[in-house]
């Protein structure tokens, strides 16, 4: 009975054995990895009992992120953790949800089933927000990185610079309703600064000394008024500062996911309108047991095809960004 329940359970035994082979690999490299990467305090200490004048240098990433040192097998942990949510990164902070919920609804609109397949739609997604997005990229490259890896500036004001490139992008294409939601529901308040009051008083300075000074006193320069995102006439770009990457992802995903479905329900129109009148000259024939889109699919194929859809999908979408 052994085995023969062996010999019908055989690749289940195999892929067991395997698995817990790969799984104690993985383990004995971990530790090997960690060990290696562990400093020794007895060859740091030779060292520098044998050069008195050197400091001990040190190139923890963590202390350098964010002030606290930790061990390198920590850090280890830390880049893989941020690699893991690299490709979020990717999907949330730019152009790129737009398009490939657009090119899904364009897909479904058509009923081709998997056709372009998820692959292509994936990569035509991606090469068109490297696209979108490089004005934005080789603005962060020019004014963060390049200063940075000449040793000009540190990395916090690297990550400051390139935080500030990528929300300039995320505010040109969000909508103002979106952002005051989100501030109203931090509870924050936005301020506009009295530029009248900044203006009478530069006036007064460039005047000549026969000025009659108003009776009135003049208010305070820093007096802020509050400012509703959702009607001023201003860009939000002039609140940037006010405005924090905790405010603006938010809004800005919320602005994407609402586009992306209004581009989609305009897709959907003309493949609608094609599948109703099939829909009716079926039924006005008799065939009523003829699926309507086993004859529609091709007119949409056709139209599609005949309008330069891609181009003019293409064209739109990369019209309808900010940039």
């Keep these: 009975m052994i085995k023969e329940a062996i010999k019908q359970n055989r690749k289940l ?80 902070l730019t152009s790129f949800t737009r398009i490939v919920i657009v090119f899904s609804f364009l897909r479904n609109a058509m009923q081709t089933q998997s056709i372009p397949p998820n692959s292509i739609l994936m990569g035509l997604s991606l090469f068109l927000t490297v696209f979108i997005m490089w004005p934005t990229i080789t603005d962060i490259n020019e004014n963060a990185y390049q200063p940075y890896s000449r040793g000009e500036i540190q990395i ?42 900044a203006a009478e008083t530069a006036e007064a300075e460039n005047s000549d000394s026969s000025f009659i000074t108003p009776l009135e006193p003049i208010p305070d320069m820093t007096e802020r008024t509050p400012v509703n995102l959702a009607e001023t006439d201003n860009e939000l770009t002039d609140y940037i500062d006010q405005l924090g990457l905790e405010t603006v992802i938010p809004a800005f995903i919320l602005s994407e996911l609402t586009r992306a479905f209004q581009m989609g329900f305009m897709l959907f129109i003309p493949f609608l309108v094609i599948d109703i009148v099939v829909s009716s000259t079926l039924m006005a024939m008799g065939m009523m047991m003829l699926p309507p889109s086993m004859i529609s699919l091709p007119f949409k194929i056709m139209l599609f095809v005949l309008v330069d859809g891609w181009q003019m999908l293409i064209g739109t979408l990369v019209q309808s960004f900010n940039i």
Excluded at 51 to 76: A, C, F, H, M, W
Excluded at 186 to 193: D, P, Q, R, T
Aim: proline residues 3%; hydrophobic residues 45%.
């Design 13 to 92: 035994f195999l892929r067991f054995f395997v698995s817990l082979a790969v799984t104690c690999l993985l383990a004995g490299l971990l530790f090997v990895t960690a060990s290696a990467l562990s400093a020794d305090p007895e060859t740091e200490t030779e060292v520098l009992a044998e050069n008195p004048g050197t400091e001990p240098v040190d190139e923890s990433l963590l202390k350098e992120l964010i002030g606290i040192d930790g061990s390198q097998t920590l850090e280890v942990i830390l880049i893989i953790t941020i690699l893991s949510i690299a490709p979020s990164f990717l999907v949330m």
């Design 156 to 197: 916090n004001e690297m990550l400051d610079r390139s935080g500030n490139s990528l929300k300039t992008f995320m505010l040109k294409n969000t909508s103002r309703s979106n952002m005051q939601f989100f501030v109203e529901l931090k509870g924050a308040v936005i301020y506009e600064a009295e530029e009248r009051q």
